[in-house]
């Protein structure tokens, strides 16, 4: 028999007498120790699996000894920085014996559910309902009739409200008292009246609108004569700038030709020197 038991985040197959190495508990040497956590049984013929452990199940085991493992080295290094660190590590462990595997209990399987018998359907019902259907049909026949009787009556409201429609028209078509015509009469008389004054007042709004343009026309015109004079004058200066530069080439070439020539007839003239001296 044999199991898979879990203990400080690692899992360990343990068996009966058998000695196994786990993270370091807090427990005296020869102190008995219970894993509590088993996830796997198998007696070599069944296998009992836990989600995720096995419920009262668990292993007794002895502690043998506390000890550390080899140590690990661990290097730090950084390329071009000048960082280079080296670090050592030994793990701590308890060594133990283990002695018996307690298998847990084993829950009952749950009585399955019974099925709830089906309810024979009734075979009288559809008889019934066909039955109570012909015995309404004739009143609903009654009915439907009735309301045909009472359809005049709905003719009668329509044409009384049409009547009382057309009574306010006829009031609105009837001649008004002399009264409103004074009224009319009044208004007629003071329309011309206030036409005339906005007339008035119109004119000189005009004559004044027209001034106003025209000034703004004249600014514009000046400054726009303004803005030209001072393109001209900028177009103006690389332009001599030009000429000037041009100029001032023209007198090098000149000066250096000039010397050229000079070189050239001294140069000439010493050699007549020279070869009249060896003659």
């Not at 749950?110 to 015995?135: C, H, L, M, N, S």
Request: hydrophobic fraction near 30%; avoid cysteine.
């Amino acid at each position: 028999m044999y199991a898979i038991a879990k203990s400080g985040g690692k899992q360990f197959k343990i068996e009966k007498n058998a000695v196994i190495r786990v993270p370091s508990l807090q427990a005296r040497v020869g102190e008995k120790v219970r894993l509590k956590e088993i996830l796997f049984l198998s007696d070599g013929k069944k296998v009992e699996v836990g989600s995720p452990s096995i419920e009262g199940a668990s292993a007794e085991a002895v502690v043998v000894r506390h000890g550390r493992n080899r140590k690990i080295k661990i290097v730090k290094y950084k390329r071009r920085k000048g960082y280079r660190r080296t670090i050592g590590h030994r793990q701590g462990f308890t060594e133990l014996e283990i002695g018996r595997i307690i298998v847990g209990r084993k829950r009952k399987p749950a009585a399955p559910k019974k099925k709830e018998a089906e309810k024979p359907a009734v075979k009288t019902k559809a008889p019934v309902e066909k039955k109570e259907k012909a015995a309404v049909a004739p009143e609903i026949q009654a009915a439907a009739v009735e309301p045909k009787k009472a359809r005049p009556a709905k003719k009668v409201a329509k044409a009384k409200a049409k009547t009382a429609k057309a009574a306010p028209e006829t009031e609105k078509l009837k001649p008004k008292p002399k009264a409103a015509t004074k009224t009319t009469a009044k208004k007629e008389k003071a329309k011309p009246v206030v036409k005339k004054k906005k007339a008035e007042t119109e004119k000189p709004a005009k004559a004044v609108r027209k001034t106003k343009k025209a000034a703004e026309k004249k600014d514009k015109a000046e400054t726009g004569s303004k803005t030209r004079q001072k393109t001209q004058a900028k177009a103006k200066k690389p332009a001599a700038k030009a000429t000037s530069k041009a100029k001032k080439e023209s007198a090098d070439k000149s000066k250096a030709k000039k010397k050229a020539v000079s070189k050239k007839t001294d140069s000439s003239a010493r050699e007549k020197a020279r070869k009249d001296k060896k003659a």
